[in-house]
Structure formats: C-alpha cells, structure tokens
C-alpha cells in the first residue's frame, strides 16, 4: 500500500484547517449551511432564519403534533404487536413478520431538518425526514417494493420520466398532427404534497388504486392487510427536531420509500377527478410526482378555469400555474415557435456551474461519466445545432471553473464525438460541424432509453397479473392477484466488499482478489464471485452540515435506563 503523500499531508492539514474554521464561524455567528434542494450547492443561513420558517411551516401545514414525551417505545411495541397480530391471523408469513420487525437495538427515531430553495421567492424550507434506522423502514421499503411496480405499469401513459421522456412525447403529440401555432404549454406543481396527504384517504385511494387494477392480492398479501400495514407507517411516523419529539398527523414522511408512491397514487385519483376528464383526450398530459405538463388548444381563459376549478377540488392541494407557449418542465425548456418546437437544457436562475471537482479523490470513471452524462443530455435536449454549440461552450466552461484540464475535457469531447468528427474538426474545440451530423447524434440518442426510463421499464416488467379461482363458483370472478418478481439471483453467490476509494489504494481490488483466490480457490467456496466495491470520501457538506441530534435523543430510551 503506497503511504500518503507529503505535498497530500500538507493538502490535508490545510483543509482541516479549513473545515475548523468554518466549523467555529457557523457556531459563532449562529449559522447553518445546508445543500441547496435540486441544485445542491451549499447555501448558508442564519439559524434564527431557518427556525422561523421551520415554525411558519409547521403552523402553515397543521401537520406536526408536539409529543409530551419519548415516543420510541409506544411506536416500537405498535409495530411489533400488529406484525404479531397478523402473523396469528395468517396475514403474513413467518418470514414476513420477521423481515418487517425492527430490531430494537439498531432502531432509532427519524429526525427532521431543512433544506433551503433558493429557486423560489423568499427561499422557502423543504422539510426532510432522515428515516434510515426508524422503526417503520422495513414495512416502508416493503410495501414501496410491491406497489411501485405497479403504479409504474399501470399509470405509465400519464408518467414522465425525465426531461427526455416529455420531449420523446411531445414528438408523438406533433407526429399525430395536433401541435400547432397556437398550442398552450401548461405547467403546475402542488404545494407541500408529501406534508399535505390526507393520511385516511390516501389509504382508501390506494385500496380503489390496487381493486380498479383487479390487485386483490399482490405476493399472498391481501388489500386490507397492506391497508393496515400502510397505516402503521403514516401514523407510527414520530421524530425528532430541535431535541423536542413529534408525530406526523398529517401526510407522510419525506424521505421514507413508501411515502412517494403513495403520494403518487392520490394524484393518480385527484387527476382522474379534475384535469383528465376536462381536458380533450388527445392532449399531452403528464406528471412527475407533483409537478404537472401538459398541452391544450382551447384559449387561455378555459385553461385558467380549468385550473382554478382543480385548485378549489380538495382542501389539501394547491397548486401554482403558469399558461405560455415557453415553459421550464424539469431540466428541459419548451418553446412553441409559431408551430415548431424549440428545446433546450433549463438552468434554474439560482443554479451554480458546480460539479464533482476534479481535485477531489474520487475514482477516474466518476470524471468521464460526469462529462459524457453533460453532453448526452445537451444532445438531447438541444432542438437546433446553434441551441447545442451554445450548451457545449457553457459545458466546457464548467468544467474549467472546477479544475478539469483542458486535455482531459477535450479528450472525453472526442471520445464521445468519434462517430461524428469531421477531418477538419480542430483538436483545442473538437466538434460536430453542421446541422446534419448533430441531427443524426440527437437521432441516435433519443433512439435509446436513459437511466430512469429503463430503470421504470424493469419495474413495470416485474409486475405478473395471475387469475384466483378458490372455488368453482368463482371461476368467473373478477378475482386477480399480482406478483411482484424479485430481482434475479445473478448476484445470490457473489460476495461483496467495500472500501473507502483513496487514489493512493490504486491495485487495493486486484490485492483482496488474491488473498481471496489464495485461501478459496480450490474449497467448497471457490464458486463464489468476490466484488469489491469502493465508497466515495463524505463531501464538505456532511462535514460542515451536522443535521443529526445526539445518539441519546434518538436511540432507545430503556437501553440507557438498563446501563
């Protein structure tokens, strides 16, 4: 193992040095420093800021109910007394009840804190719930994997993935003739959606979702039992913030796994209520959990009632609209040109030219993938050559400002342009050189699926729908049940290992390889794959950002009281 560096020694000191600094100058001038939500650069507050807005939210919401005292055990022994309770009843398996039973050791209360977004007027707080040991994260997680595949098969026509999904649409919408000169873009997103959940009728929504969807059993399980399971985990939702103890009454934690399905199957309902019906059948419509696009042709006045109406539907949704033929959907930007659809990549007025820096100590491809992820989207998302060559200029400049060389950056631009360099291309600024080379890219690429919508694609393939007949009389019953596939076990005899990535352990993977051949290699064990895996250094924020109370708050209280 190479031993570090002198010049990375002193490197070391010197940022230690930093990060103290900073440390004490937050604690002296009562500051916090959170990531920004979405852009995720730091921004820095002062603490009396946040903690008015922490309290104008939770009066605002209505949606936190102080606790007298230490939850933990009351939720602990709620938990463990239905998963026993539907055991006995032959709900669930053995297997079940002991895969969803926290452990009480390692269980710990979800605490809260806050992130800012400056992109909005007055940089309003996001609340965040960390729900990572908590009492209810394996029913959560649980459930979130039974029934996410089957909203994403079941409500995928009215689901955009990505950027690249609602231009892949749009491009049908125009194909099919119906975009024109006068064609509305419209977008709205809904205030708070996570805090704001009807917790009762979001239940009695998702058993409509699964029965409209003839799911009366998914795995073995049945409706009310997952109803019940559901419910544990909205109402044992209790945390931690400022050293005092809450309970949610109202929505769902952000930041548990169930939580986003559920929210996505009440919108799922609010919209089959509101905007579908009203709205011509041919028309775009898509939502990404609660942010909405979508397209019409009537005037702007039916749109706006339309709208309004939705807005007034349910005493818990409210939503925030604007009507333009040019509109910001995610990270891509639309534009209706007199009957032609312009695109581009949306920068956020509040966004920062920041990224991995290449300075820090991460492995190579973390480098490469960044660079060739900036360019596929400005591909993508680019409608014109001209719209492109401006996006490539601010990409190259980006990674500039965070250190990248030159030569690197116009390496990782061949590599990536090699099918369509021209000869005369120069080596400083590689590039495409006219409209029809960067067409036949773009082509290429929206031809092929991105990350999140394949990653949707497996999910919905997951999803089997099988017929129950218990009897001859119900032979003919509407009487379905869905199977959710587990992942395939290519990995059931693999072995991984993990370590922190430090350049400096450069051959470390081919090292434990040996040592695991040496001693495994010709033993019953010999068939099992070794993987090893490396964890990236914590960043600056985790450093600096100290979101979690003290162990004692959080863990147990009748451990401590047993010491």
């Not at 079940?96 to 452990?103: D, E, G, S, Y």
């Not at 007027?121 to 959560?140: C, D, E, F, W, Y």
């Not at 068939?527 to 914590?538: D, Q, W, Y």
Request: aromatic share 10%; charged share 25%; with cysteine.
């Amino acid at each position: 193992m190479t031993p570090v560096p002198f010049h990375e020694q002193i490197r070391a000191l010197r940022e230690l040095k930093i990060v103290q600094s900073i440390r004490k100058k937050l604690k002296k001038y009562k500051l916090i420093l959170r990531e920004t939500d979405k852009s995720r650069v730091l921004h820095i507050g002062r603490a009396i800021d946040y903690e008015r807005k922490a309290t104008e939210y939770r009066q605002t919401t209505g949606a936190y109910q102080v606790l007298t005292s230490n939850p933990f055990n009351d939720i602990i022994c709620t938990v463990t007394r239905l998963l026993n309770q539907l055991k006995s009843s032959n709900r669930i398996s053995e297997w079940q009840r002991v895969k969803l039973t926290p452990n009480r050791k390692k269980t710990e209360l979800a605490y809260m804190y806050f992130i800012p977004k400056p992109h909005k007027k007055g940089t309003p707080l996001r609340p965040i719930l960390n729900t990572i040991h908590a009492v209810t994260k394996q029913i959560s997680q649980y459930l979130d994997k039974l029934i996410r595949p089957l909203f994403d098969r079941f409500v995928r026509h009215t689901t955009f993935v990505d950027g690249a999904d609602l231009l892949d649409q749009l491009q049908k919408y125009i194909q099919k003739g119906y975009f024109n000169s006068s064609t509305l873009f419209i977008i709205f997103d809904i205030a708070n959606l996570y805090t704001m959940l009807p917790q009762e009728e979001s239940l009695a929504i998702l058993a409509e979702f699964l029965r409209v969807h003839n799911c009366e059993r998914i795995n073995g399980i049945s409706i009310d039992t997952i109803i019940e399971l559901a419910r544990v985990v909205l109402q044992a939702n209790a945390f931690v913030y400022n050293n005092k103890f809450y309970r949610q009454i109202i929505g769902g934690a952000m930041g548990s796994a169930f939580t986003l399905t559920l929210a996505n199957i009440f919108m799922w309902k609010w919209e089959r209520q509101t905007i579908l019906p009203k709205l011509p059948s041919h028309e775009l419509y898509g939502r990404y959990i609660d942010d909405v696009f979508f397209t019409c042709n009537q005037s702007e006045d039916k749109v706006k009632a339309l709208l309004e109406a939705a807005n007034k539907f349910h005493s818990n949704i409210k939503l925030e609209y604007k009507i333009s033929k040019s509109v910001p959907f995610l990270d891509v930007y639309v534009e209706n040109k007199n009957g032609i659809l312009a695109s581009s990549i949306y920068h956020k007025p509040s966004a920062e030219p920041t990224v991995v820096s290449f300075l820090s100590d991460h492995p190579r491809h973390v480098f490469r993938n960044v660079i060739q992820t900036a360019l596929t989207r400005a591909v993508r998302y680019s409608s014109t050559f001209e719209v492109f060559n401006n996006e490539r200029r601010a990409i190259r400049l980006m990674f500039l400002y965070n250190r990248y060389p030159s030569n690197y950056i116009n390496q990782q631009f061949e590599k990536f342009f090699a099918d369509y360099m021209s000869s005369t291309s120069s080596p400083i600024l590689p590039m495409i050189t006219n409209e029809s080379q960067f067409l036949a890219l773009r082509e290429k690429l929206s031809n092929q699926p991105t990350a999140k919508q394949t990653q949707l694609s497996i999910s919905a393939a997951a999803v089997e729908l099988t017929q129950r007949t218990q009897n001859v009389a119900q032979q003919n019953a509407n009487n379905m049940e869905a199977t959710v596939k587990r992942k395939n076990d290519k990995f059931k005899n693999n072995i991984f290992v993990h370590a922190t990535y430090e350049s400096r352990l450069k051959g470390l993977a081919r090292e434990i390889h040996m040592i695991h051949d040496n001693h495994f290699k010709n033993t019953v064990y010999g068939e099992k794959r070794l993987i090893v895996g490396f964890r990236n250094n914590s960043n600056i924020e985790f450093e600096l950002s100290r979101k979690r109370p003290a162990s004692s708050v959080l863990k147990d209280p009748l451990a401590k009281s047993k010491i």
